[in-house]
T-cell receptor, first 113, second 115 residues
Framework: AAGVIQSPRHLIKEKRETATLKCYPIPRHDTVYWYQQGPGQDPQFLISFYEKMQSDKGSIPDRFSAQQFSDYHSELNMSSLELGDSALYFC????????????FGPGTRLTVL | AQSVTQLGSHVSVSEGALVLLRCNYSSSVPPYLFWYVQYPNQGLQLLLKYTSAATLVKGINGFEAEFKKSETSFHLTKPSAHMSDAAEYFCAVNDRGSTLGRLYFGRGTQLTVWP
């Protein structure tokens, strides 16, 4: 069965650079969630989209932005990167919002030097 | 907001022993509850979920969890641990009354299985 695809899997950036993370949800899933997992931490919700509209917003820095496109893939744009942004970024998708099961991608490991 | 408490950041068991990973939630309304497993350098894989009146939920790899409203708990168990069960396990909740869907995760429990 098709799963959530994230690219790139690994990304190394310098401080103050920008990064773009991509997420391709499971086919026919209309909702995408982004989570950030710092070293040794639990995943923290950043932002979500339902039918290409932002549906919820969590602890996402103003330096970050995201959108969901017409084909339902999503991109997380991160600017003015800081050392503390080094983390594993997960994308999850579901069919509909609410309590529907979220299926997670393998994550993008971002390292900021 | 929802919150999840996982008691014990590290649990060690011998192969073949019972696995018990604890999860308590705080909510005035029983939420949707999930257990995810994360192997090193991998994403989160759904083990099982509770979304209905069936209080005992069976998942993959022989795991099961029991929802106890009176104790606000959703502990994960497996009768006999296998070496391949060594991983980090996260309990997560979603507000049943919300259409937003964000998951609130516990801090995780690292399971070690000794031969």
């Amino acid at each position: 069965a098709a799963g959530v695809i994230q690219s790139p899997r690994h990304l190394i950036k310098e401080k103050r650079e920008t990064a773009t993370l991509k997420c391709y949800p499971i086919p026919r899933h209309d909702t995408v969630y982004w989570y950030q997992q710092g070293p040794g931490q639990d995943p923290q919700f950043l932002i979500s989209f339902y039918e290409k509209m932002q549906s919820d917003k969590g602890s996402i820095p103003d330096r970050f932005s995201a959108q969901q496109f017409s084909d339902y893939h999503s991109e997380l744009n991160m600017s003015s990167l800081e050392l503390g942004d080094s983390a594993l970024y997960f994308c999850a998708s579901s069919l509909g919002g609410g309590g529907d099961t979220q299926y997670f991608g393998p994550g993008t490991r971002l390292t900021v030097l | 907001a929802q919150s999840v408490t996982q008691l014990g950041s590290h649990v060690s068991v011998s192969e073949g022993a019972l696995v018990l990973l604890r999860c308590n939630y705080s909510s005035s309304v029983p939420p949707y509850l999930f257990w995810y497993v994360q192997y090193p350098n991998q994403g989160l894989q759904l083990l099982l979920k509770y979304t209905s009146a069936a209080t005992l939920v069976k998942g993959i790899n022989g795991f099961e969890a029991e929802f106890k409203k009176s104790e606000t708990s959703f502990h994960l168990t497996k009768p006999s641990a296998h070496m391949s069960d060594a991983a980090e396990y996260f309990c997560a909740v979603n507000d049943r009354g919300s259409t937003l869907g964000r998951l609130y995760f516990g801090r995780g429990t690292q399971l070690t299985v000794w031969p």
